[in-house]
């Protein structure tokens, strides 16, 4: 299995600083990343998939960079609304896994 | 745009079978992957398994020998079963569609609000 590991684990963050999560996969999976927002209570929502691709409706202060192994999800100025859970997940392998989640919090 | 929605009951004996269905409006289920997935409270996501439309499937290899997908056109729906079930099987269950070139890169997208399912006596 590929074992998808995200850090940190949680962060406090203000509105309006900028947030990087990132993803690191036990090996190499190109481009075959895609990252999700999760509000307590509520489905996953699709970000970005293939690394870097913003899913339509998604607003553009969220950016994904990465290949190979490492992979980063940046959110370039924290509105109130992104507080939230953040996963990474590859379909590299035939098993697709998720990482363990990054919680951001208020500060 | 395509909505999903899952039903089933709440509450399931362990042992016995969990089934879920997914009902799909709003588009077509003709030529996608439909997939499960499941988060136990307060945990992260696990990936169940694939149908797609002709109703070829692949599942989680850590799962198979329990997992049986199907689905009904007809119906728009599609339906998970997991047999023998234990408390390790207490989970929001959620489906989803899935994107992709239908190779290598694949995403889920939309996905249904998710179903408590209890595996409890």
Known sequence: ?107 | QVQLQESGPGLVKPSETLSLTCTVSGGSMNAYYWSWIRQPPGKGLEWIGNIYSSGSTNYNPSLKSEVTMSIDMSKTQFSLQLSSVTAADTAIYYCARRNGDGYKSNWFDPWGQGTLVTVSS
């Open chain 1, 1 to 107: 299995d590929i074992q998808m590991t995200q850090s940190p684990s949680s962060l406090s963050a203000s509105v309006g600083d900028r947030v990087t999560i990132t993803c690191r996969a036990s090996q190499t999976i190109s481009s075959y990343l895609n990252w999700y927002q999760q509000k307590s209570g509520k489905a996953p929502k699709l970000l970005i998939y293939a690394a870097s691709s913003l899913q339509s409706g998604v607003p553009s202060r969220f950016s994904g960079t990465g290949s190979g192994t490492d992979f980063t999800l940046t959110i370039s100025s924290l509105q109130p609304e992104d507080f939230a859970t953040y996963y990474c997940q590859q379909s590299s392998s035939t098993l697709w896994t998720f990482g363990q989640g990054t919680k951001v919090q208020v500060k």
